[in-house]
Nanobody
Framework: QVQLVESGGGLVQPGGSLRLSCVASGFTLDRYAIGWFRQAPGKEREGVSCISGRDGATYFADSVKGRFTIFRDNAENTVYLQMNSLKPEDTAVYYC????????????????????WGQGTQVTVSS
């Protein structure tokens, strides 16, 4: 049974940092693309960053390039999203999702996500 559990959200001041974790179970990362997505109230869901569990290839939305990094620990079956220089507009519920690499690519996963989803973690950037 595929399961994804996000954690690490919270309240942070503008300019601060947070690290989100997505722990996967029921499958191994090396056959999946894992993506981080966010949705703010009244806005469409946005693909933030995706990574290949096989070779570590990454994709970032323009809105987070240079501020966010994504990395994986296959031994721990965990994908992390390191968020630096946070802005109020980064406030959203953040979700991770996993799509099989035989059905998608890293970039495609961020644009048209497929597969399983976690329950989300709230990130609030405010002074």
């Amino acid at each position: 049974q595929v399961q994804l559990v996000e954690s690490g959200g919270g309240l942070v001041q503008p300019g601060g940092s947070l690290r989100l974790s997505c722990v996967a179970s029921g499958f191994t990362l090396d056959r999946y693309a894992i993506g981080w997505f966010r949705q703010a109230p009244g806005k469409e869901r946005e693909g933030v960053s995706c990574i290949s569990g096989r070779d570590g290839a990454t994709y970032f939305a323009d809105s987070v390039k240079g501020r966010f990094t994504i990395f994986r620990d296959n031994a721990e079956n965990t994908v992390y999203l390191q968020m630096n220089s946070l802005k109020p507009e980064d406030t959203a519920v953040y979700y991770c999702a996993a799509g099989a690499l035989w059905s998608t690519t890293v970039q495609a996963m961020c644009v048209r996500p497929i597969g399983s989803w976690g329950q989300g973690t709230q990130v609030t950037v405010s002074s």
